[in-house]
Nanobody
Framework: QVQLVESGGGSVQAGDPLRLSCAPS????????LSWYRQAPAQAREFVAA????????YYADSVRGRFSISKDNAMNTVYLQMNRLNPEDTAIYYC????????????????????WGQGTQVTVSS
């Protein structure tokens, strides 16, 4: 059973940056797809960004493209979500999710394709 450990959430002002981290505990994966989702109060969970290890591809939601970037630290076996120029609409609980399968592009944004989820980390952006 894969377990994901998230960290890095917090409260910031509009325009500030924040970096989230997600690490699978106890294992090192060679092939996987890891995504970030977020859920604001009373809203559905939505796709934010994804990193596909095999082939090394990145995907972003239109709402965050150009402001957020996803990267991996091989030594730490950790995936990061760097969030820049945050605005109040980015306020949500952020979750990382992983599957050990190499998803194709049409699958990457589908929430049901992921097998394990982190506990979530709160990001609050004040204007």
């Amino acid at each position: 059973q894969v377990q994901l450990v998230e960290s890095g959430g917090g409260s910031v002002q509009a325009g500030d940056p924040l970096r989230l981290s997600c690490a699978p505990s106890g294992r090192t994966f060679t092939t996987y797809t890891l995504s970030w989702y977020r859920q604001a109060p009373a809203q559905a969970r939505e796709f934010v960004a994804a990193f596909r290890r095999s082939g090394i591809s990145e995907y972003y939601a239109d709402s965050v493209r150009g402001r957020f970037s996803i990267s991996k630290d091989n030594a730490m076996n950790t995936v990061y979500l760097q969030m820049n120029r945050l605005n109040p609409e980015d306020t949500a609980i952020y979750y990382c999710a992983v599957t050990l399968r190499r998803l194709i592009t049409s699958q990457v944004r589908a929430i049901y394709e992921y097998d394990a989820w982190g506990q979530g980390t709160q990001v609050t952006v004040s204007s």
